[in-house]
């Protein structure tokens, strides 16, 4: 076993335990290995999305701009890395503006580069694409865009449509 996937599952399982003061020692320690992978790796960017999550866990949410910013950067000098850990970066960037105080602003952005990345994600990826417009569709709400809103849902229902096909029941869960 490699060290770091020693340091990286023990930073988990403390992690996991709410020790957030052992799991963020151990994950750095697992980061500093990272550190020598290819910027591709997504050990990498799996190693700094939870140190970012012992930040804002541990409410200390300042310490995870570093590593936020280090996860934007990796993701910029490797779009190849799956849409999951991309999707994992910007979930995080919104759980950070939550912990920060409501930024509408900010909010919409986010949700409208989830619901970007999984339209180019592929034909594999409609319920993630259905979640993240459905979101987006709350978001627009909370920020008083009824229009906006409206025509998130309705992308929903169409590739909840697709997804399921025309007897399935989501229509109506997206429409309740």
């Known amino acids: 076993m490699l060290l ?16 957030y003061g052992k ?3 151990l994950l750095k320690s697992a980061l500093a290995e990272a550190d020598s992978f290819p910027v591709d790796d997504p050990r990498l960017l799996r190693t700094r999305l939870a140190l970012i999550e012992v930040f804002q866990k541990s409410g200390r949410i300042e310490g995870a701009n570093p ?4 996860a934007d950067e990796q993701i910029a000098q490797a779009p190849g890395l799956p849409p999951e850990l991309t999707a994992s970066v910007i979930e995080a960037k ?3 503006v939550d912990l920060g105080g409501a930024d509408q602003s900010e909010r919409l952005k986010l949700g409208m580069q989830l619901v970007r990345l999984w339209k180019n994600a592929g034909p ?6 259905v979640d993240s417009l459905l979101r987006l569709s709350d978001f627009e709400k909370a920020a008083a865009d009824e229009v906006s809103a409206r025509a ?3 992308q929903a229902l169409e590739k909840s449509l697709e997804l399921e096909g025309p007897n399935h029941t989501g ?3 997206i429409l309740s």
Do not use: I, K, V
């Not at 770091?4 to 020790?19: I, K, M, R, V, Y």
């Not at 590593?67 to 280090?70: G, M, S, T, W």
């Not at 594999?124 to 694409?129: G, R, S, V, Y």
């Open 4 to 19: 770091w996937d020693t340091f990286f599952a023990a930073g988990q399982g403390q992690l996991a335990n709410s020790a």
């Open 23 to 25: 799991a963020e020692e």
């Open 67 to 70: 590593f936020l910013a280090q």
């Open 94 to 96: 919104l759980r950070q």
């Open 124 to 129: 594999d990826h409609l319920q993630p694409l």
């Open 152 to 154: 998130s849902l309705e």
């Open 171 to 173: 229509p109506a869960a």
